[in-house]
């Protein structure tokens, strides 16, 4: 009789490899799968070859060698192959089995497949993994979601596979219901499209406006790595800069300026949409890497509307400390716009999100692992029930010492024409977010005048909704009332 192990796992491109010799690294033994026998060969004679790892093509074989109550990862593309491979699953499982899938699929689909597989009595995990092939083999940042009688049978293996922070935290913890694993990987990623997007632009701005080398940006960037801004993001970005090819050339400047994605910042932002939540800056990140991928109409737009020569600033150190401030700070107000969504989506699902826990789990293993993450984990140790995290104390001193280099940083940029689409919005929302009152009182009266979509007033209880008719012509009849 063979030995039955104690997971199986689905996909074996480079994250689902890079799992398996992790998890069987830490004492369990795993059955993978894949469509390809070549494949499976391929890797147990070769990576996995001193691991207790076996393999086959066939699902009911794999649902054979496995402990019970079973537990099957799936590591496939998002969108339909996982609800194919979970049909193909369902006939051979018995109640109680749990699936686990750690792709990046979309928080919806994982509502969805929590519900139907509790329908067919088995059990489901929505997981974020991240940390990219490295972080799956030495230990990624994971974030599971779904049935709450899963967790407990899959915590011992994804919490011994998950990185660990400085202090020994673990970087895995049980996040919610449904979908909140996704949905918080989700969040995860838009982040990340804000990091890389506000750094990006440091970099433009110190080549254009200060007239950097690649060594010294380099030099800039290790430096910050050692400060408030020490993160994964930084430190690679020093890495980058500093490196050179065979002819002694720098990579970076031979490398195309037209960015690409795989949709999870497309999606957080139109979760944002949905849900009515300011979430500027990881949006304009998405849209800046739309507009560099016009890189044709751009040369043909640069050359009718050619730039002013941009004088190099002189006071070069002084600067370099505005931007390291302004950067810190619009880092700051990202992360709160990423914390602001997560809190209306826990309100709309009715999940009970750990905010400190989250932040624990993305202190190590994953793409925007930060010391600054810490901070956030402490203000939310502190008050469970922050609103914002500008609401902070420490966030309310930061910002605020960040704030006039923020201004200084922006402003020269868009003076010397130099695109700041992040910091700016940074900026935008921070100013907009501590305004007491904001012209919409004239966007709503403009709204009543020509679609009579009522207003509320000062002088009048919240909740109540009048209509006027500005012009006299028009009737009394108003519209649907608008929500907040």
């Not at 009543?448 to 012009?471: I, M």
Request: charged content about 25%.
């Amino acid at each position: 009789m063979k030995q039955l192990s104690d997971i199986g796992l689905i996909g074996i491109a480079v994250m689902g490899e890079n799992l398996a010799l992790n998890i069987a690294s830490k004492g369990f033994s795993v059955v993978v799968s894949s469509r390809k026998q070549d494949t499976i060969d391929t890797f147990l004679n070769g990576r996995a070859s001193n691991y207790p790892i076996t393999g086959t093509t066939d699902l009911k074989e794999l649902v054979s060698l496995l402990k019970k109550p079973r537990k099957i990862m799936l590591m496939i593309k998002a969108g339909n192959p996982v609800d194919q491979v979970i049909d193909q699953l369902i006939p051979l499982l018995d109640q109680g089995d749990v699936i686990i899938d750690g792709g990046n699929s979309l928080y919806t689909d994982t509502n969805r497949r929590t519900k139907y597989l509790k329908e067919h009595n088995l059990l489901y995990i929505g997981t974020g993994v991240s940390g990219g092939e490295e972080g799956a083999l030495k230990g990624p940042s994971i974030m599971p979601g779904g049935s709450p009688e899963a967790w407990p049978l899959v915590k011992p293996i994804l919490q011994k596979i998950a990185a660990k922070a400085p202090d020994g935290g673990i970087c895995c913890d049980w996040v919610g219901e449904d979908g909140a694993g996704h949905f918080v990987k989700m969040v995860h990623n838009g982040i990340e499209y804000g990091d890389i997007q506000l750094i990006s632009e440091s970099y433009h701005i110190m080549k254009s406006l200060l007239g950097l080398s690649n060594e010294d940006m380099a030099h800039t960037f290790s430096k910050w790595n050692k400060g408030d801004l020490d993160s994964y993001l930084i430190e690679i970005t020093a890495d980058i800069l500093a490196y050179k090819e065979k002819d002694g050339t720098y990579l970076i400047d031979k490398i195309q300026d037209t960015a690409g994605q795989k949709g999870t910042g497309k999606w957080t932002v139109n979760a944002a949409l949905d849900m009515g939540v300011g979430l500027t800056l990881i949006a304009e990140s998405v849209f800046s890497r739309f507009l560099s991928s016009q890189k044709d109409e751009r040369v043909k737009a640069a050359k009718v509307y050619p730039k002013e020569d941009i004088q190099v600033l002189e006071n070069k150190e002084a600067f370099l400390e505005d931007l390291e401030k302004a950067l810190y700070g619009a880092k700051i107000l990202s992360y709160t716009q990423g914390y602001a969504l997560m809190k209306e989506a826990a309100k709309a699902y009715e999940w009970n999100l750990n905010y400190g826990g989250i932040a624990l789990m993305w202190r190590s293993g994953c793409i925007i692992r930060s010391v600054f993450l810490d901070k956030i984990k402490s203000a939310y140790e502190k008050n469970g029930k922050l609103e914002n995290l500008l609401l902070d104390s420490y966030f309310e001193k930061t910002v605020k010492s960040c704030l006039p280099s923020m201004r200084k940083v922006i402003s020269t940029a868009v003076l010397n024409g130099i695109p700041v689409p992040a910091l700016s919005a940074a900026l935008s929302y921070f100013d907009g977010y501590t305004t007491d009152r904001l012209p919409a009182n004239l966007l709503q009266a403009q709204r009543d005048y020509f679609g009579a979509h009522t207003y509320e007033r000062v002088d009048k209880k919240s909740g109540e909704f009048f209509h006027t008719n500005w012009t006299g012509k028009g009737g009394d009849t108003s519209s649907t009332t608008y929500n907040v």
